[in-house]
C-alpha cells in the first residue's frame, strides 16, 4: 500500500470521526475513537499492520480481529476484499455491529447471532462481538478462520493468556495466519525507565473506573517465543518497533515530570536527558547486533502447524495447581 492512499485512508478515517450520528457519537468505542487513534498515534501502527496483511487478504478469505476495536476490521473491509472481519472484545455489555456509510454517518445494532449475514447493508458492517478472552470461547466454529490478528491486547488478560492462544489455534484452519502485536518488556525504552526508577512498563498506572484498560502483564521477546510455540504455531516473523515520536506533550512524559510541571523548559530539558540516556543504552547493547529486539513493539507472524502442545508453559504459568 503507498503512502498516498494511507494518507487516503486518514482522511476518510477522519471523516468518519467528525460525521458521526448522534447514535455512534454517544456510543463509547466511538465517542472515544479519535483521541484514542490520532492523539495516542495508533492509526499509524494500524496502517502498518494493513500493509502486512495485505498480501493475505484475498476474497475466499475469513478473518476475526481478537480484543482492539471496531477500526482495525473497518480499515481491514474498507481496503481489502475479504469475506468477514469481526472484532472480539470485552468492551461491551452486549455484541453489536457498526455499519459505517460513505457520508460519514454510523448506527449501531444488536448482534444476536455471531454468524448473521450482514452483507445486505448499505455500508460496510462491522460486527463487535463481547467475549472475554483469557476466559471465553470463541464464537467461531473448528477450523473455520484463515487469518487472526490480535492487535495491543494480550498485555491486558488477567487470568490466562494461553486462553486466547489455544482458542486462537482451535479456529484457525491449517496452516492458517496469526498476526499479533504487544508491548516489548525487553525494549530500549524500559531499560531507560528502569535506569531512572521508574516503572519498567510501557504503560504502568492504573486508571479509575476503566479496570480492563490497564497492562496486566508486558510480555519479554523470549515469553512470545514460548507462548507461539506452545500453541502449535511457528513463527515466521518476528521484529519490534517503536512508538510514532511526537513533539506534542503526551502522557509517557506526564508519568516523568507530572502534568502540573509539564512547561516548555521541563519538557525540552526531559527530552535533552532522555536523548542522553538513550545512547549511552544503545552504546551498551551493541554487542547484540544490529538485528536486537528493543523496540517499543513486538510484532509476530506465526502460521498454524500442530495443535496446542503445553497448555500451561512454564514459565508463564506456575508448574504447580494452588
Known amino acids: 500500500m503507498s503512502r498516498a492512499s494511507n494518507a487516503q485512508i486518514k482522511a476518510r478515517l477522519a471523516s468518519v470521526i467528525e460525521q458521526l450520528d448522534e447514535q455512534g457519537r454517544n456510543h463509547y468505542m466511538l465517542r472515544n475513537l479519535e483521541d484514542y487513534l490520532f492523539h495516542r498515534g495508533h492509526l499509524d501502527r494500524l496502517l502498518r499492520m494493513l500493509d502486512l496483511l495485505l498480501p493475505y487478504c484475498a476474497e475466499d478469505k475469513r478473518m476475526a480481529d481478537l480484543g482492539s476495536n471496531i477500526v482495525f476490521p473497518y480499515l481491514i473491509k474498507l481496503c481489502t476484499s475479504v469475506r468477514a472481519c469481526d472484532g472480539i472484545a470485552k468492551t461491551l455489555e452486549r455484541s453489536e ?20 449475514d450482514l452483507s445486505g447493508e448499505d455500508g460496510i458492517p462491522v460486527a463487535l462481538i463481547h467475549c472475554d478472552l483469557s476466559k471465553d470461547r470463541l464464537p ?42 504487544t508491548p516489548n518488556a525487553n525494549s530500549i525504552a524500559n531499560l531507560k525507565r528502569t535506569i531512572r526508577y521508574e516503572s519498567p512498563n510501557f504503560y504502568p498506572p492504573f486508571i479509575r473506573n476503566m479496570e480492563f484498560i490497564e497492562h496486566v502483564k508486558e510480555y519479554s521477546v523470549n515469553e512470545i517465543r514460548l507462548l507461539f510455540a506452545s500453541a502449535g504455531f511457528e513463527i515466521v516473523r518476528l521484529e ?54 528493543r523496540g517499543d513493539y513486538i510484532l509476530v507472524f506465526a502460521r498454524k502447524v500442530a495443535e496446542v502442545r503445553d497448555r500451561y508453559c512454564f514459565p508463564i504459568y506456575e508448574q504447580f495447581e494452588l
Open 97 to 116: 455491529y457498526f455499519v459505517f456509510r460513505e457520508d460519514g454517518s454510523t448506527t449501531v445494532n444488536a448482534l444476536t447471532n455471531p454468524y448473521a
Open 140 to 181: 467461531y466454529r473448528d477450523a473455520s478462520l484463515d487469518l487472526i490478528t490480535c492487535y495491543e491486547t494480550l498485555e491486558h488478560l488477567r487470568s490466562d493468556p494461553m486462553n486466547l492462544m489455544a482458542e486462537a489455534n482451535r479456529t484457525l484452519r491449517s496452516d492458517g495466519l496469526f498476526m499479533l502485536t
Open 240 to 293: 519490534t518497533f517503536d512508538h510514532p515520536n511526537t513533539e506534542a506533550f503526551n502522557h509517557y512524559e506526564a508519568y516523568q515530570i507530572g502534568y502540573a510541571n509539564a512547561g516548555e523548559a521541563a519538557i525540552r530539558q526531559l527530552r535533552e536527558d532522555d536523548a542522553e540516556l538513550e545512547r549511552t543504552v544503545t552504546r551498551l547493547l551493541e554487542a547484540e547486533g544490529a538485528d536486537r529486539l
